[in-house]
């Protein structure tokens, strides 16, 4: 799994866990729902931290219980 990949699972996680939809994560974090979906699937290859910063404030979450997941042990190594 790479990086992407590991955050786009990540969201849905969080999402499933608050039994909210993607759109509503979007109306909640003030991205558009285009944004959020592009971060869920191939159209965005690097999904910023800006937006990843204000999807955790629409969950009232901070980046660290974002990425403190076991999700992201299991990235590859980007640089080959």
């Known amino acids: ?7 786009a699972k990540r ?3 969080l999402c ?7 759109n509503a994560l ?3 974090s003030g991205v558009s729902p285009s944004t959020v ?3 869920l699937n191939e ?4 999904p910023g931290v800006v937006s990843i910063k204000k999807l955790c404030d629409g969950l009232d979450i ?3 219980e974002f990425f403190d997941s076991p999700i992201f042990d299991e990235i590859e190594q ?3």
């Open 1 to 7: 799994m790479n990086t992407k990949e590991a955050v």
């Open 43 to 46: 159209k965005s290859q690097n």
């Open 37 to 39: 979906y592009s971060m």
């Open 62 to 64: 901070s980046l660290r």
């Open 78 to 80: 980007e640089i080959k």
């Open 16 to 22: 499933r866990e608050r039994k909210i939809a993607t």
């Open 26 to 28: 979007a109306n909640l």
């Open 11 to 13: 969201i849905i996680e």
